[in-house]
């Protein structure tokens, strides 16, 4: 083989080297970006599923009111009661679908999934203090709310005073 077809087919060589590398660098930021738009949409997703469950515990048609409950080792709980359906309802997350769950209790209960892919959910209450709801899902995004519902204790039926009430 002469020098020139050795150089020519060393260029040739080297051209389809750099078109692979080329090739393989332009498929793998394809990859990348579409995994980083599917993990903004799954954010976008849970946003819109956590901003759903507010919507419920606000929404004009339950007119909802907190009712707070003290169990046996003296812990607050939070519960709703519809004015407008005569009804209580309690958040719950149900751990085998990984959903958070609104419950209905009285004549006709019933469940209602607000919310999915949800690892923990609490309801973090004391008297004279807004409730705060903290939902953390499976991908580690925490959401927090101070519920700022009209609140009655059930034992003395007094709305506790705005102005008692705290965030700390």
């Known amino acids: 083989m002469s020098w020139r ?3 020519a087919f060393t260029m040739i ?17 394809g990859v990348m970006r579409a995994c980083r738009l599917q993990l903004d949409e799954k954010k976008l997703t849970e946003r819109f599923q956590y901003s759903r469950v ?3 515990l606000y929404s004009d048609q339950l007119d909802l009111t907190e009712s707070l409950l003290q169990d046996s080792q003296e812990r607050w709980h939070v519960m709703y009661y519809s004015s407008k359906t005569k009804k209580y309802y309690d958040l719950e ?18 469940k209602m ?3 999915y892919d949800v690892e923990n959910f609490k309801t973090d209450a004391s008297k004279g203090k807004w409730p705060v709801l ?9 959401f927090r709310h101070v519920l700022m519902l009209p609140t009655k204790c059930p034992r003395d039926r007094k709305d506790f005073g705005d102005e008692t009430k705290s965030t700390d």
């Open 113 to 115: 999934p607000l919310m």
């Open 134 to 142: 903290t939902l953390t899902t499976k991908d580690g995004t925490v």
């Open 54 to 56: 507010l919507n419920v």
């Open 13 to 29: 060589e080297t051209v389809m080297a750099l078109l692979v590398t080329f090739s393989g660098i332009v498929l793998l930021s």
């Open 93 to 110: 997350h149900y751990s085998l679908r990984n959903a958070l769950v609104m419950e209905a209790y009285g004549e006709s209960s019933g």
């Open 5 to 7: 077809k050795k150089t």
